[in-house]
């Protein structure tokens, strides 16, 4: 699939110049092949952050999640796509639809981060 470069917001100039090399989304999206997974989001957790019902998420297991990263995380059993705060020990789980709640994980709680979102995409 060729990309195009415009210089316009609005148009596009398909003349041969604009053509680069093929795109390959898996170079640009997929950074890890090995350790990649896509998941359909069933949701409106991540709505805020431009993450819609339906998207696509591209979770990579080999990065470290840091405070602020988005997740898909394993709390008791429930998978989740959440915003990760860590903060004086402890582990929430933060919603930014501005409906949701956010979960505090506990000592007693099954939890696991199974990777960090690194992008996302929709079909319209």
């Known amino acids: 699939m060729p990309a195009f ?30 350790a990649t997974y896509f998941l359909r989001l069933d949701g409106d957790s991540l709505r805020q952050d431009g993450i819609l019902r339906g998207d696509t998420l591209i979770v990579d297991r080999t990065l470290q999640p840091v405070s602020g990263s988005l997740v898909v995380a394993e709390l008791n059993g429930e998978l989740l796509a959440r915003r990760l705060q860590l903060s004086s020990g402890r582990t929430s ?17 099954n939890f696991s981060v199974w990777g960090v979102i690194i992008a996302s995409f929709r079909k319209y």
């Open 5 to 34: 470069h415009s210089s316009h917001a609005d148009a596009f100039d398909f003349s041969e110049n604009d053509y680069s090399s093929p795109l390959d989304l898996n170079r640009h999206l997929v950074p890890h092949p090995a």
């Open 93 to 109: 789980l933060l919603c930014s639809d501005g409906n949701g709640t956010a979960r505090m994980v506990s000592a007693r709680d």
